[in-house]
């Protein structure tokens, strides 16, 4: 495909539909070049026209959208504590899930045996054949990427992965079948770009903060912003005190093991630590926050993101964390950003599975990526 080609399929956006103006404005080319990159990628079935009626006065707006693929396509999403599964035939509305709780960072086989199982489950229960899957996509809680792009970095995040090859796994399981693997959090800011917090916008910063740790860069209106790496967005180890606790990456004083990220995640039976409208518990997730938010207030100045979603498991996370946030934001960021839009997931986790679903029917993967050529992990 032509650079130029590549320039402005890569600008439309997994969930819209852009003007030949937006195409244009983006991608810096002139008219005329986008309108003869539109008619070659539209021949060659990349994309296609749609009209989309305006939401106020106004001539319906024709727009440039990539056409749906068609196919059964699965993610699962593994979080350390949980494994999640959906399937999706054809359009979002056959689809089938299934989830289990389970110690991800302990039990790798286990948690790759579940994803399997669960997929068959799916498929069986949307009557589709067992060997029908076109692409999954399998979310790991750390980074994905390395020189093939095929990659788990389980080193120093979870090191109990260490040996284990989760996608030639699943290609043994699964033959015939694509298999992608992306970053959790990565995976959350693509759902919350296609269904949540991140419609229309550009520039996103994702937080993921319960469980783990994570973050996701989404550069201009789609792009994820992976790293030479693939370690873009691991936040969680930005160390803020030298002399604070020992780190499972090896350093002290991340920002992951200096605030206690799992008291309103998983309460333990004997108390509720987080009451809601407690002040002493209201002060502790704002210093929570605003530890987070100074952090982010240099990745403002560096960056200058549209805005910030935080994810907080299943449940909206609390005003008292999002307060705090904004004011770590005010005191690191320029004034020019202090005013940083942070706001809530709509999704939750769920927030994963919508991404990964996105991710698989896009193909937005290089071949290595994808697994089509049998790369090793
Ligand atoms: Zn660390």
């Not at 130029?4 to 005329?32: N, Q």
């Not at 106020?56 to 024709?62: D, E, I, N, S, V």
């Not at 940083?340 to 994963?352: C, D, H, N």
């Amino acid at each position: 495909m032509a650079s130029h080609d590549e320039r402005v399929l890569g600008l439309i956006p997994y969930d819209g539909a852009l003007t030949i103006s937006d195409l244009v404005r983006d991608s810096g080319l002139s008219r005329p070049t986008v309108t003869g990159v539109l008619g070659r990628l539209h021949a060659a079935g990349a994309v296609e026209e749609t009209v989309v009626a305006p939401a106020g006065l106004g001539r319906p707006a024709k727009r440039w959208r990539r056409p749906p693929r068609h196919g059964t396509f699965g993610v699962i999403a593994l979080s350390r504590d949980a494994v999640r599964v959906r399937v999706v035939v054809g359009d979002d509305r056959h689809a089938a899930e299934r989830e289990r709780r389970l110690d991800v960072s302990l039990d790798a086989q286990g948690a790759l045996v579940h994803g399997h199982r669960f997929l068959r489950e799916c498929l069986t229960e949307l009557g589709a054949p067992a060997d029908g899957l076109s692409r999954v996509v399998l979310g790991l809680p750390c980074p994905v990427g390395g020189p093939e792009g095929d990659h788990p970095r389980v080193r120093g995040i979870l090191p109990d992965w260490i040996g284990i090859r989760p996608a030639e796994s699943l290609r043994a399981l699964l033959p015939g079948t694509a298999i992608v693997m992306e970053n959790d959090a990565n995976l959350g800011a693509l759902g919350e770009l296609e269904q949540g917090a991140g419609r229309g916008g550009t520039d996103l910063v994702y937080i993921k903060l319960a469980p783990g740790l994570g973050a996701a860069l989404i550069l201009g209106r789609r792009r994820l912003h992976r790293g030479a790496a693939g370690l873009a967005g691991e936040i969680g180890h930005v160390q803020i005190n030298p002399m604070g606790h020992p780190c499972a990456c090896g350093a002290r004083g991340c920002l992951a093991t200096e605030i206690p990220l799992d008291p309103w995640h998983e309460p333990p039976a004997s108390a509720e630590p987080f009451p809601a409208g407690d002040p002493a518990a209201d002060r502790v997730l704002h210093r929570l926050g605003a530890l987070l938010g100074e952090q982010l207030g240099a990745l403002a100045n560096l960056l200058d993101p549209g805005r910030v979603i935080v994810s907080t498991d299943t449940t909206p996370p609390p005003p008292v964390l999002l307060d705090g946030i904004r004011d770590g934001i005010r005191r690191t960021a320029l004034p020019v950003v202090s005013d940083l839009p942070v706001v809530a997931s709509p999704l939750g986790i769920r927030a994963e599975l919508i991404g990964g679903i996105a991710l698989a029917r896009s193909g937005d993967a290089t071949p290595s990526r994808t697994g089509d050529q049998r790369t090793s992990t």
